[in-house]
């Protein structure tokens, strides 16, 4: 089934329609967005993505992100994508944005405007093999170290929201 990417300018304002693996092809600047989710003890919940996924397969990242339908905002687009890949729904929270442009695996380039989300869940989860591998939740200070340890091991666009995340938290309090 073809998806539908909402490109954007820098504004976050849509310019058109493109498909998704042409517009990741193109490098086009185009609408997505990143879940953070937290357990009740401050933990944060990575997913590390299916092997068989079609860039960063295997890689470790934030909860959920994805592309929003043309017809959905981003925080709905985050409900409806935890559900699909995780199986579970909880309230989620727009925190910030940024852009980036990182240049991936088979030959694509994500290039987004990407909308943060954060929530909290403590319950259990129902894997979508056809996206995620495996979940866990990770200590905060243990997470950064391992960033800073390997890199490799996580996505260009986690590597870049992790500190913006830090960030944003820190002023929250």
Not at 128 to 148: G, M, P, Q, T
Request: with cysteine.
């Amino acid at each position: 089934m073809e998806q539908l990417l909402v490109l954007v300018n820098e504004d976050d304002e849509e310019i058109g329609l493109m498909e998704k693996m042409e517009a990741h092809r193109k490098a086009l600047l185009h609408r997505a967005f990143s879940v953070f989710i937290f357990n009740s003890k401050g933990e944060m919940l990575l997913q590390q993505r299916a092997l068989t996924k079609y860039h960063s397969g295997g890689l470790w990242t934030n909860a959920c992100c994805s592309h929003p339908y043309p017809t959905e905002t981003p925080t709905e687009a985050a409900i409806r994508r935890l559900k699909e890949e995780l199986g579970f729904t909880t309230e989620v929270t727009p925190s910030f944005q940024f852009m980036y442009k990182a240049v991936l695996d088979n030959e694509l380039t994500e290039h987004e405007y990407d909308h943060v989300l954060i929530g909290r869940y403590d319950g259990p989860f129902e894997l979508n093999e056809e996206e995620v591998a495996a979940v866990e939740y990770v200590d905060i200070d243990h997470l950064r170290n391992d960033i800073r340890l390997y890199p490799e091991k996580y996505t260009a666009w986690f590597l870049i929201a992790f500190p913006m995340l830090e960030q944003h938290l820190a002023k929250q309090k």
